[in-house]
């Protein structure tokens, strides 16, 4: 069955700090992952997409990797921010096209 | 450029009503989805659309109906309405994307729906 789980569900940080989230997937064929944020109250946007050739893209703050071999992906945001609270939520692209969506991770930045 | 707009933003039904949900796109987009999002749940598929005029079930179709007359427009209905289908719908769309399928979705900012 093709899944995708992300961890930690919850995470407070202080602003400024690092942190990085996690997303493991079991969906085959792979086509491809993007990591999308979700402002409450929110639709989610999209941040950076992954395909299997790739291992590490940049977006300013947001630094997306992926190992196809181990199907894991990991968000790292870096010197975090206020705004930067919201639901992180990884998309996998399946292989009917469908797009199948982890539970995401709920950050909080706290001053 | 709006991108994609859902109507209404909120909505309380009760038991038995009926309702449609608008969402219009002024992308060109090929492809519409509708997702609901329950706390604790990512987002589920419930019905999408490949083009102006055809409609496909998505992971839970059941109690709602899609319509697409115009390329622009995709219409979700809940023909009798259940508490069970309390939820935050959100719709998306999307080119096709290519044999890669890295077509980004673009979302809607959501309706809040509430059958008491």
């Known amino acids: 069955k093709n899944q995708v789980e992300q961890s930690p569900q919850s995470l407070i940080i202080l602003e400024g700090k690092n942190c990085t989230l996690q997303?493991?997937?079991?969906?085959?064929?792979?086509?491809?992952l993007r990591w999308y944020k979700q402002d409450t109250g929110r639709g989610p946007v999209s941040l950076t997409i992954?395909?299997?050739?790739?291992n590490t893209k940049s977006n300013g703050r947001y630094t997306a990797t992926l190992d196809a071999d181990t199907k894991q992906s990991s968000l790292h945001i870096t010197a975090s921010q206020l705004s930067d609270s919201a639901s992180y939520i990884c998309?996998?692209?399946?292989?009917?096209?469908?797009?199948?969506f982890g539970k995401g991770t709920k950050l909080s930045v706290k001053p | 450029n709006a991108g994609v707009t859902q109507t209404p933003k909120f909505r309380v039904l009760k038991t038995g009503q009926s309702m449609t949900l608008l969402c219009a796109q002024d992308?060109?987009?090929?492809?519409m989805y509708w997702y609901r999002q329950d706390p604790g749940m990512g987002l589920r598929l419930i019905h999408y659309?490949?083009?102006?005029?055809?409609?496909a079930k998505g992971e839970v179709p059941d109690g709602y109906n899609v319509s697409r007359l115009k390329k622009q427009n995709f219409l979700l209905g809940l023909e009798s309405a259940a508490p069970s289908q309390t939820s935050v719908y959100f719709c998306?769309?999307?080119?096709?994307?290519?044999?890669?399928?890295?077509?980004?979705?673009?979302f809607g900012q959501g309706t809040r729906l509430t059958v008491v």
């Open positions: 998306a769309s999307s080119y096709r994307g290519g044999g890669r399928g890295i077509a980004e979705a673009f």
């Open positions: 997303c493991n997937y079991t969906v085959s064929p792979f086509s491809n």
């Open positions: 992954m395909t299997f050739s790739e």
């Open positions: 998309v996998v692209r399946g292989s009917q096209g469908n797009l199948i």
């Open positions: 992308m060109n987009h090929e492809y």
């Open positions: 659309s490949v083009g102006e005029g055809t409609t």
